[in-house]
């Protein structure tokens, strides 16, 4: 496993792999990040991962100097993984001096994360069309976690026509059905316990949907209340969407995604599922 610094190495390492999967990440890894690594192993025989905790995509108040970090752990995990490529850049390999650029993906990034964090995904897809164009991968492997961010960088890879393909992997959960996440660090033993509410509203909307409901104010309902039920959460958002457009759904459903955020003491936690897809990790 090569571990590089500069735009320039990762070019030439990069020049000496065939097919190449290539997973963006801001370290700290758990399994959910190693199981995008290992499908894109399988998939494409060669896989490179980035390590960069992206400060444009994080607001004023939020936890960037905070956010966990562990790159000799992720590294270990890495070469256990059998991953070829690793970009550890500094940020000036990032963003060199003189740096200008943003991108900005319209639309469907008015809603949802995009409303509640102002700039995050302009944060978002600048950095990964620099990773992309830096790397230059023929498959980029995201989680469904952040379903929004999977649906952004969809449509960012195909306007920019910066890779062939992106693959959504679905979310790893721990046994309890919490979404895994970095964040999940931030939560003390109780909020820990508390957190397993998210999948426990998603999977009552799942369980609604499949005996047959197809309204969507009902369903957004059905998950909302097991939220409600928990003195602990704080709700930042319910969504029951479409899920190309992520525009808000009405009346009787087909496709729907469910989304939420929540406050759980100091982290705010995301999770999804799409109602009219199997999801087996959820249950
Ligand atoms: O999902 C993440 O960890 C980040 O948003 C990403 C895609 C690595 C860009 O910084």
């Given at each position: 496993m090569k571990v590089v610094t500069t735009r320039a190495e990762v070019r030439e390492e990069r020049a000496?792999?065939?097919r190449l999967g290539f997973v963006p990440t801001m370290g700290y890894l758990h399994d959910g990040h190693l199981s995008l690594v290992r499908r894109a192993k399988e998939e494409c025989g060669h896989v490179a991962v980035s390590i960069f905790v992206n400060p444009t995509q994080f607001g004023p108040g939020e936890d960037l100097a905070s956010y966990p970090r562990d790159p000799e752990r992720d590294l270990a995990l890495l070469e256990e993984a059998g991953v070829d490529l690793v970009w550890l850049p500094q940020p000036g390999d990032v963003y060199p001096s003189g740096f200008a650029t943003t991108v900005e993906v319209d639309g469907v990034t008015d809603v949802l994360e995009g409303a509640s964090r102002p700039g995050h995904f302009a944060g978002v897809a600048t950095v990964v069309s620099v990773l992309l164009g830096v790397v230059r991968p023929d498959v980029l492997f995201v989680g469904q976690k952040d379903l929004q961010q999977s649906v952004v960088l969809r449509r960012l890879a195909a306007d920019l026509?910066?890779?062939?393909e992106v693959v959504v992997c679905p979310t790893g959960r721990e046994a309890d059905g919490l979404a895994r996440s970095s964040?999940?660090?931030?939560?003390?033993a109780e909020d820990r316990q508390a957190a397993t509410v998210l999948s426990r509203a998603l999977r009552a909307g799942r369980a609604a949907y499949d005996a047959g409901e197809r309204d969507a104010e009902t369903l957004r309902r059905t998950i909302r209340e097991v939220v409600e039920g928990d003195p602990r959460a704080e709700i930042d958002y319910v969504s029951l969407a479409d899920p190309e457009t992520l525009v808000e759904l009405d009346g009787p459903v087909d496709k729907a995604a469910a989304s939420l955020a929540v406050r759980i003491g100091r982290p705010r936690l995301l999770d999804n599922t799409l109602l009219h897809e199997a999801d087996p990790g959820l249950g």
């Open positions: 000496r792999l065939g026509a910066l890779v062939d964040r999940n660090a931030y939560l003390d």
